[in-house]
């Protein structure tokens, strides 16, 4: 379903800050996984969503999807086929806007449009029952800008928007960290939900150690551009949060820190 191979990455090439960080990776992710990516600072997580998406080229290798080549194709056009959560709530949605107007950009995002043909108001209704969804009570606030709902609401909201049409590929950038505690456990199980009643495959990069052990069928950890752990299936089910910490530990002391 998503194939890199042998992806080569280094940033500030040619300078006293070069940095090495792929070299000759590969990774392969079956249609309908949901994988769990942890990993420290600077191990390559978010880089690894970076070169899927396209908001940065690799410097070697191939990246396909479905079957396809989209190595050197633009940002842009893989957004048609991937849709991205952020770590920040305010990047996925338009805050001037209201959440109808939002709802309509996102589903007509795969067409030519204008603002008065986009906002059809039989749609009105069927966005608003697809709100009502999220459990938020957000169906009551379709004609409020954006701007002026909360982080959570917001998140969820990006969430939604990101999955309304067809996508091969959802990925999370870190979507919980930016919210409180009791927040957060609502994204990830909304999150859970969308992916699982949709059968999309997913990639989620997050710090939060319970939640890459609790969800997903499949959990990765990084290390300096590599892969340190890899479980699925039964050893997946097996993994604790322990596991994951004894080996952040041992990867600490390795690194003297």
Known sequence: MLELRNIDKTFHRGTVNEAPLFRNFSL???AGDFVSVVGSNGSGKTTLLNLIS?????????IWLCGEDITRQAEYRRAVRIGRVYQDPA???????????NLSVAENKNRRYTLGLMLNRRKYEEFRELVRTLGLGLEEKMNIPVGLLSGGQRQALSLLMSTMTPIDL????????????????????????????????????????RYAVEYG?????????????????EKKKRTRVEDILTLFNEISVECGN
């Open 217 to 233: 069928n499949r959990l990765l950890m990084f290390h300096q551009g590599g892969i340190v752990f890899s479980a699925d299936g």
């Open 91 to 101: 990047v996925g949605t338009v805050p001037g806007m209201t959440i109808y107007e």
């Open 28 to 30: 392969h992710v079956s």
């Open 170 to 209: 959802l990925l999370l950038d870190e979507h919980t960290a930016a919210l409180d505690p009791k927040t957060a456990e609502v994204i990830m199980e909304l999150t859970d939900r969308i992916v699982r009643e949709k059968g999309i495959t997913a990639i989620m990069v997050t710090h939060n150690l």
């Open 54 to 62: 396209g908001t940065v080229p690799t410097d070697s290798g191939e």
